[in-house]
């Protein structure tokens, strides 16, 4: 009796909904009002007006930096949220209410060898996509997912369980406020160079501070966001 | 200083991050900061709230970047809920100290103050901003820190009461987002009062009204109005009482500020005409506030019964929303605050109550108004302003909807407006009997301790408010009449 009223209500939701989407402006033609208005002006003067050769990043970092800010802390809460709910009631301690795997099986050597070996390689890239994030495809959040699945890997390998952990945890709960951080620097310095909160200097004589800054909160998306990656990971495997 | 409104909400994001690296295991530092930071949030929108009420709406453009190319604050006079909330949120930081400390495991505490002032910051950007998209982004922040603060008291239970709240909370956001999305597609922007402008040359009937309708049925989702409240009894009778008070008295209320953020962007549109969907609110605001009452009436445990008690009060302000004149909105926006004060004082109280005698049941608690006496009466006098009986908080809203009724000559929905109250007047007589005439249940009731200072302090002094709130309604109603003209105007 639930599935038939269950799907019947999901098409009564549906119709309404296709009906709408139909009647918007088709995706890709040139003259629809997402198109004209503001994007245009983001293609038209982006770079020119933040020092941004990506758009992405010129609208992540530059026009819209207050929604990013939001979203790595959106990030930062969700760390927060797993650990406030699973963290065990004693220091060292299980989980009380959630059961968890036992210890997995030791890692086998061969890919031990293969992480150790590959290691370098994906920092160099991750950091790469993160200093490059302002010019090219890529930016703090994609870098910090490369260097965040790095740290995972290697705290397979070298990680020594939750008494001795790749990094000691005071020094990790500040790096997971990494991205913050970063954002209250460069927000502050805008502040006072400005007089707006993120703004950046657009005299052109300062364009290298202003591509500082931007890099500034790239590494700090990037680095927070690897280490909540981590986190997130440590706390929810089961040992 | 135009600088306090991006801080008030910038400032406790930040602090929120740094609490657990800055507190670790240092419970009473993790407290203090937090405290600290919001004393600093409670200065900054006083100082807004001030001069909203001497200026009238002012706007910052973050980064100095102009609408809508950039994301402009705007605080206008419902942004005055900011200060509302702050001063809550003070208020549950002074009770949580002695309460987590029993109520939580010791690792979790650093973390608990780091969610409540991420809860913080999201709520203050959430009433502040000007920006359809980042509405949305301080309302996941509001969304993931409060899911998680209904399981941080650790159980079964309540895993699954914060899992069910989380699949509600996340359909819902996914609807507003989408929706967002469909504004964006028909307009290229996403300022509020640029989307105003462009959306009344709109013509494409079929968008816009799923845009109006799905944003509708998504915020009301967040505010919990019956019949799409079925994730709110179990989040808000679970969760730890501080909890409780900041989700079911300020949480609840950014769906129904999130309502009155998308209604003027919709007013110019030639499209579509928003008279249909007040009455429909009309109608579900006053089936809300019946059902409401009617399920709180049936419970035994105090806290199930007030989280009822929030879905048929949220009923009130949607039916104030939905008779849509100028008095009924007055109420409706006037009730917002009100409730939640009043319904701060009634989880704190509660909450008091069962951390002192380790029961929660009407049964259970009987006789406990001798026991502690001064956080009995301010839960009566909580209850009573719920009823809304004069000089409460509780009684200017529902009176102007009641008038408001009257004034559009609907006096059925006015008879809803008393009958909801007196409803909840029968649960009011029996928490009465219960706590002062009934022989206790359990014989160690009489020997159950008032609480602690720093819990039965905020108790009292929300108590006091809740009846100073009813004597002083003429400064909500004068702070917020020009939004309300606004808003009724615009139609």
């Known amino acids: ?239 | 200083m135009s600088h306090w409104l991006p801080l008030a909400a910038f400032v406790p994001l930040v602090a929120g991050a740094l609490t657990p690296a800055m507190a670790r295991g240092r419970p009473g530092l993790a407290r203090g900061w937090a405290l600290a930071v919001t004393a600093f949030c409670t200065f900054a929108t006083a100082a807004l709230t001030r001069r909203v009420a001497l200026e009238g709406p002012f706007s910052y453009a973050m980064g100095a970047w102009a609408a809508p190319l950039g994301i402009e604050l705007r605080f206008d006079e419902f942004s005055a809920a900011s200060l509302f909330i702050c001063v809550i949120m003070l208020l549950v930081l002074v009770y949580s100290g002695p309460y987590v400390r029993r109520a939580l495991p010791a690792t979790r505490i650093d973390w608990y103050y780091s969610l409540l002032l991420i809860n913080l910051g999201g709520m203050i950007g959430f009433v502040i901003t000007g920006d359809l998209f980042n509405l949305f982004v301080f309302m996941e922040l509001v969304a993931v820190s409060s899911y998680a603060l209904v399981a941080v008291g650790g159980g079964r239970t309540a895993a699954l009461a914060a899992f069910k709240y989380l699949v509600a909370g996340a359909v819902s956001s996914v609807l507003i987002l989408f929706c967002i999305g469909v504004l964006h597609a028909l307009t290229g922007s996403l300022n509020m009062a640029d989307v105003a402008r462009r959306l009344a040359t709109v013509e494409s009937r079929p968008p816009v009204l799923l845009a109006l309708a799905g944003l509708t049925a998504g915020f009301l989702v967040k505010a919990g109005l019956f019949p799409v409240h079925v994730w709110l009894p179990d989040a808000h009778a679970i969760a730890p009482s501080p909890i409780n008070a900041v989700s079911s008295a300020l949480v609840v209320k950014l769906g129904i500020i999130g309502l009155l953020r998308i209604f003027p962007l919709f007013a110019a549109a030639g499209a579509v005409s928003l008279a249909p969907l007040f009455e429909a609110l009309a109608w579900l605001g006053a089936i809300s506030v019946l059902a409401g009452a009617f399920f709180a009436l049936f419970q035994e445990d105090i806290k199930l019964m007030l989280a009822y008690s929030t879905i048929s009060n949220i009923g009130y302000i949607v039916l104030g929303l939905g008779l849509a004149g100028e008095l009924a909105l007055t109420g409706a926006g006037v009730h917002i605050l009100n409730h939640a004060l009043i319904k701060a004082t009634l989880f704190l109280a509660a909450g008091a109550m069962i951390h002192q005698s380790g029961h929660r049941t009407l049964h259970d608690l009987r006789g406990i108004g001798r026991a502690m006496p001064w956080t009995t009466l301010a839960l009566l006098i909580g209850a009573l302003s719920i009823v809304g009986l004069p000089p409460t908080a509780g009684f200017p809203g529902k009176w102007y909807i009641a008038l408001g009724a009257l004034e559009s000559g609907r006096p059925g929905f006015a008879v809803v407006v008393l009958v909801g109250a007196l409803i909840i007047f029968i649960y009011f007589a029996r928490m009465l009997n219960a706590f002062y005439f009934r022989a206790p249940s359990h014989k160690e009731m009489l020997g159950v301790s008032e609480a602690p200072a720093s819990m039965l302090g905020p108790v009292l002094l929300l108590g006091a408010l809740c009846v100073l709130g009813g004597l002083l309604t003429h400064w909500p109603v004068a702070l917020i009449a020009p939004a309300v003209g606004r808003l009724a105007g615009g139609e």
């Open chain 1, 1 to 239: 009796m639930k599935k038939p009223l269950v799907a019947v209500t999901l098409a009564a939701a549906a119709v309404p909904m296709l009906i709408g989407v139909a009647a918007l402006p088709r995706p890709g033609d040139p003259t629809a009002p997402a198109h004209t208005h503001v994007a245009a002006h983001y293609i038209e003067a982006g770079a020119r007006e933040t020092g941004a050769d990506n758009r992405v990043t010129a609208v992540l970092l530059n026009y819209r930096a207050f929604d990013t800010f939001g979203e790595v802390l959106v990030i930062f809460a969700a760390l927060a949220a797993v650990i406030a709910v699973r963290s065990p009631a004693t220091p060292g301690g299980r989980a009380d209410d959630m059961p968890g795997p036992g210890p997995g099986l030791p890692i086998s050597p061969v890919v031990a060898f293969i992480i150790r070996l590959t290691a370098p390689f994906i920092a160099l890239f991750g950091a790469f996509v993160i200093f490059r994030g302002h010019v090219s495809p890529g930016g703090g959040f994609q870098g910090g997912v490369i260097l965040g699945a790095l740290l995972v890997l290697l705290s397979l390998v070298l990680g020594r369980g939750a008494e001795r952990p790749l990094l000691a945890v005071p020094l990790a709960r500040w790096l997971q406020a990494a991205a913050p951080l970063a954002f209250t620097g460069v927000g502050l310095l805008g502040l006072a160079l400005t007089g707006a909160l993120l703004g950046y200097p657009a005299e052109p004589e300062r364009h290298a501070l202003r591509e500082l800054m931007m890099i500034t909160l790239d590494v700090g998306i990037g680095i927070g966001g690897a280490m909540i990656i981590l986190g997130l990971f440590l706390e929810m495997r089961g040992d």
